[in-house]
């Protein structure tokens, strides 16, 4: 099994910056992709940003330029920095990860806990 724990999220107001933090744990040989997804009520779970293992990135329209989306190979780590925070940046924030347990094993889905992020006055 493999755990994902998340960490970073807040209040924070408007204009401001949070950084988000998951590490993967558990039986782990490879991990594929890493990202975040986020919910908010009455939405459906979006994707924010995603990150390969090679270092591509691709982000959700409404946060680029703000939003910035790293990983620690080694440490099986992925950051998801905020910055310019607006009102409806508001939700939970979900770590994804796609990883193999095993050589021969299918690379499987794998979620965080989810952390709050609000952005408020």
């Known amino acids: 099994q493999v755990q994902l724990v998340e960490s970073g999220g807040g209040l924070v107001q408007p204009g401001g910056s949070l950084r988000l933090s998951c590490a993967a744990s558990g039986s782990i040989f490879r991990i594929n992709a890493m990202g975040w997804f986020r919910q908010a009520p009455g939405n459906q779970r979006e994707l924010v940003a995603t990150i390969t293992s090679g270092g591509s990135t691709n982000y959700l329209d409404p946060v680029k330029g703000r939003f910035t989306i790293s990983r620690d190979n080694a440490k099986n780590t992925v950051l998801l920095q905020m910055n310019s925070l607006k009102p409806e940046d508001t939700a939970v924030y979900y770590c994804?990860?796609?990883?193999?347990?095993?050589?021969?094993?299918?690379?499987?889905?794998?979620w965080g806990q989810g952390t709050q992020v609000t952005v408020s006055s």
């Open positions: 994804n990860a796609v990883v193999k347990s095993t050589a021969s094993d299918p690379y499987t889905n794998y």
